[in-house]
């Protein structure tokens, strides 16, 4: 297991699925973990549960939509834990139509969340680790950034470009020993998911070589890997975790 004694990691959307999982498995690495959701009451279960395990961690409210609340946010995180090592962006929406039917707002919200939102963060981000000379971004992309999907234009068009802003964020941030790297998960069992019809399942689970669903839990070791000083020479990288879906 990668050792996080000492590092400090936000955590977006931690309030539950992969980014529960994500802070639960940083959290037992050693890491300090600020977890971030839209409410606090929503962040209280996970607090909890890191605390019973022996962990630390502190729970902000904060919509990372908006860039003053995010500003904000990260100064208050960094000022009580001293220091920002590690950034998740994994908060994320959808707003499943297909293109024809697709409202202006329902194009722009998955946009608004999943790529303006990330870019806030990282922003935020990037000034005290340049400080520290020591940073790792976390992008929770999704394979449908990398291939595209009927009904969710507004959802791929958002992962393709965090995608881009990955690869961007480890070219300008690479020789102040940052790096950004993402995973594109294939389909992971969680609340985003819950309302497809089990005929869809099926015929998606007929497409993966591992012939299931993935869970939080396949995604979050690779978080810690890439979140660990082992992995310092590993930037601009998309790894699926997709049961071999994307080859
Ligand atoms: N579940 C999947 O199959 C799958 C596949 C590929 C990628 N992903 C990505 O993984 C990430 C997590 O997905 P999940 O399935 O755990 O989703 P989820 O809906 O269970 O959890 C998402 C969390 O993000 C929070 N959030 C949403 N908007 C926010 C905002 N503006 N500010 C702060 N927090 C906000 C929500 O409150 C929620 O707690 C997302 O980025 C998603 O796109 C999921």
Request: hydrophobic share 45%; proline share 4%; glycine share 10%.
């Amino acid at each position: 297991m990668f050792h996080l004694k000492g590092k400090v990691a936000v955590v977006t959307g931690a309030a539950r699925g992969i980014g529960r999982s994500i802070s639960l498995a940083l959290s037992q690495a050693g890491a300090t973990i600020a977890l971030i959701d839209l409410s606090a009451d929503s962040l209280q279960g996970v607090h909890d549960e890191i605390t019973a395990q022996g962990g630390q961690a502190s729970m902000h409210a904060c919509d990372i939509t908006d860039p003053d609340m995010v500003a904000a946010t990260f100064k208050d995180i960094t000022e009580q834990h001293n220091a920002l090592h590690i950034l998740v962006n994994n908060a994320g929406i959808t707003r499943d139509n297909l293109l024809m039917r697709l409202s202006q707002e329902d194009w722009e919200a998955p946009i608004r969340t999943n790529l303006t939102g990330a870019f806030n963060c990282t922003r935020a981000a990037v000034r005290p680790m340049m400080k520290q000379r020591y940073g790792r971004i976390i992008n929770i992309a999704s394979v449908v950034g990398m291939m595209g999907n009927a009904g969710q234009a507004n959802y791929a068009a958002s992962k393709a470009g965090l995608i881009g802003l990955t690869k961007s964020t480890a070219k300008e941030f690479g020789s102040r020993a940052i790096t950004a790297n993402a995973l594109a998960p294939g389909f992971i069992t969680t609340d985003m998911t819950a309302e497809l019809p089990e005929s869809t399942v099926q015929k998606l689970t007929e497409n993966i070589p591992l012939g299931r669903m993935g869970k939080p839990e396949d995604v979050a070791p690779a978080v810690v890997f890439l979140a660990s000083e082992d992995a310092g020479y590993i930037t601009g990288q998309i790894l699926p975790i997709d049961g071999g879906m994307v080859m």
